[in-house]
């Protein structure tokens, strides 16, 4: 599991680190990056379980700022707020931080924090993560690296967004033939569907499911993907699918 700490206190950082091994019951696999500033963090191409962030840094907020640069090219990041003030949360909500711990509340109230913290990651982890293949290798999903999931043959099609497709394949500009934008799984799709349903999926026809995360448009009977994607809505399916939606945007 990797771990990011945004602190500018090396105090801080110390004691935080060492309060996470004695919460987890493998600290051997744990791994840290610990940055003084956002700056520094920011400037990383690399995709943490937990990222904890101090609020005040040299004497400025920021913490908040950095968690928000976060959240807009993540929106699934487990942020975690570690700082000595208690700020009001109308100025903390938009980023949707997970935990906000107090470094002050005492050792066994953060260790009780921390340990809430490391089963969520614990638990995303083993729900997000999706085994994939093309024809030389395997690859390790992520939710959001998933526009939907369509059967094939005996098992399933998963088509990447963009993004991903450009980092696997080694394309500065992702081709737009649909036939670059995939890799296989050997998994059925409904069995996909009952790992990902709680994460925003859902089935637009009985032969895909849809990550409603990335949908940009929707009309009367179609919905429009963020790289421009247009998939149908099967008519049986589209009350339960509307449904999911608004429940999915409004939470």
């Known amino acids: 599991m990797k771990i990011a700490i ?4 090396p105090a801080d950082r110390k004691k935080l680190k060492s309060l996470i091994l004695e919460s987890t019951k493998h600290p051997e ?14 400037e990383q191409d690399q995709r943490y379980n937990i990222i904890f962030l101090d609020i005040l840094i040299g004497g400025e907020k920021e913490g908040v700022r950095t968690a928000a640069y976060i959240r807009q090219r993540d929106e699934n990041a487990l942020l975690v707020f570690y700082t000595a003030y208690d700020y009001p949360a109308s100025s903390i909500v938009e980023v949707r931080p997970f935990q906000y711990l107090i470094k002050d509340k005492g ?31 395997q690859y390790v ?11 094939r043959d005996k098992g399933t099609d998963i088509y990447l967004t963009e993004e991903k497709a450009s980092e696997i394949f080694g394309l500065e500009h992702a081709p737009k033939e649909r036939k670059e934008f995939y890799l296989r799984s050997a998994m059925k799709l409904n069995e996909h569907y009952a790992k990902l349903e709680a994460y925003g999926f859902a089935y637009g026809k009985k032969s895909y499911i849809i990550n409603i995360h990335h949908i940009t448009a929707v009309t009367k009977d179609t919905v429009q993907l963020k790289d421009g994607t247009i998939l149908n809505i099967a ?17």
């Open 29 to 42: 696999e744990i791994g840290f990056d610990e940055f003084p500033d956002g700056k520094a963090l920011l």
């Open 107 to 137: 050792t066994e109230k953060l260790k009780a924090g921390i340990q809430k913290v490391m089963k969520e990651a614990e638990r995303r982890k083993r729900v997000s993560d999706i085994l994939a293949f093309d024809k030389e290798k």
């Open 141 to 151: 999903l992520k939710t959001e690296d998933i526009l939907y999931i369509a059967i």
């Open 235 to 251: 008519r049986s399916r589209k009350k339960e699918f509307d449904s999911r939606c608004s429940r999915y945007w409004r939470g």
């Open 6 to 9: 945004c602190d500018d206190c």
